[in-house]
């Protein structure tokens, strides 16, 4: 499977499969996975870190900026697009050192301006580390 790799975690399915299908109705090619909590998403990025997480700021009972922490700590280049029904955790999430905010409200453009400008820095930075 080639193409960019996307975890989308969130704890809502409708949710995951809404942000499943909006991805899939891009030009670009994606191979998505899902994770429902914290449970599902560690083991799949301690197995291979992907180009691009989504996760839900109030996945589950820890805290946004601990999971984001805990993310960094196995896969410390991947952007990481936090998102939340509540517009007061922007700024826990980007003091945090996520990539991006989505109001899980925004319109469709929105998302996916923020996933490409979130892929496109990862892309950047790698290119960056490779001229080192």
Do not use: H
Request: charged share 25%; hydrophobic share 45%.
């Amino acid at each position: 499977m080639s193409g960019t790799r996307v975890i989308i975690a969130d704890d809502r399915r409708e949710v995951r499969s809404g942000l499943r299908a909006l991805l899939e109705e891009e030009q670009a090619r994606f191979v998505i996975m899902e994770a429902a909590d914290l449970r599902q998403l560690m083991p799949q990025l301690q197995q291979s870190c992907v180009d691009l997480v989504l996760l839900d700021w109030e996945l589950g009972p820890v805290s946004g900026p601990d999971i984001l922490a805990m993310l960094k700590g196995v896969c410390p280049n991947t952007p990481v697009v936090a998102l939340s029904a509540r517009p007061e955790a922007r700024n826990s999430a980007l003091a945090s050192g996520a990539t991006a905010f989505i109001l899980k409200a925004d319109c469709v453009e929105t998302v996916l301006a923020a996933v490409r400008s979130a892929i496109g820095s990862r892309d950047y930075d790698q290119r960056k580390e490779e001229a080192r």
